[in-house]
């Protein structure tokens, strides 16, 4: 059965793991910026004691995990996203053993289902240029590319999809 809830602090190990699996295959197939200091786990930390970590499990195994944060990143407002009420989505990531299998889409539409209930019209995120799959994952679903910008010494571009 599969499952999308919030992250706790008895998810911390596993979501760590996950990050770690997944920056592994990001750079032995090139699809991920993510490195050994990104994210980390104060990264992580921060994001379950501020309620923003969620997960999806399938069978009791978390296979993905997203940040949802309420307010734009400062770096970002600047673009021309839409004048809603919108979240701001980071660090999505589907396990190795799950991906090229819809687990990715499933996750988004999972969050965007959350963002509507909390009121959001809109999500924002970004994905770096490199990220082959998860850019052709939002064009798939409809997201409205924004265009590039440039964050973090990496190449972006901004996605939103209004919920």
């Known amino acids: 059965m599969r499952r999308f809830r919030k992250a ?3 998810d911390e190990k596993t979501i760590s793991a996950l990050y770690e ?3 592994v295959k990001g750079r032995e197939d090139g699809t991920s910026d993510w490195d050994d ?3 980390n786990e104060a990264i992580l930390r921060e994001d379950l004691e501020n309620g923003r970590l969620f997960v999806m499990s399938e069978r009791d195994e978390t296979i993905a995990a997203i940040s949802i944060f309420e307010d734009d990143e400062p770096d970002v407002q600047s673009l021309d996203w839409a004048d809603v009420k919108a979240c701001f989505l980071v660090r999505l990531c589907v396990s190795p053993e799950y991906q090229g299998r819809g687990f990715g889409e499933i996750m988004m539409r999972e969050t965007s289902a959350y963002a509507i209930s909390r ?3 809109a999500t924002h995120h970004l994905a770096a240029v490199s990220n082959v799959a998860a850019n052709r994952l939002y064009r798939r679903m409809g997201y409205r590319d924004l ?3 440039h964050l973090y010494d990496t190449d972006f571009i901004a996605y ?4």
Do not use: C
Not at 160 to 163: A, I, R
């Open 21 to 23: 699996a997944v920056k």
């Open 37 to 39: 200091d990104y994210p």
């Open 8 to 10: 706790t602090s008895d």
């Open 160 to 163: 939103e999809m209004l919920v």
């Open 119 to 121: 009121g959001f019209e």
């Open 147 to 149: 265009g590039m910008i």
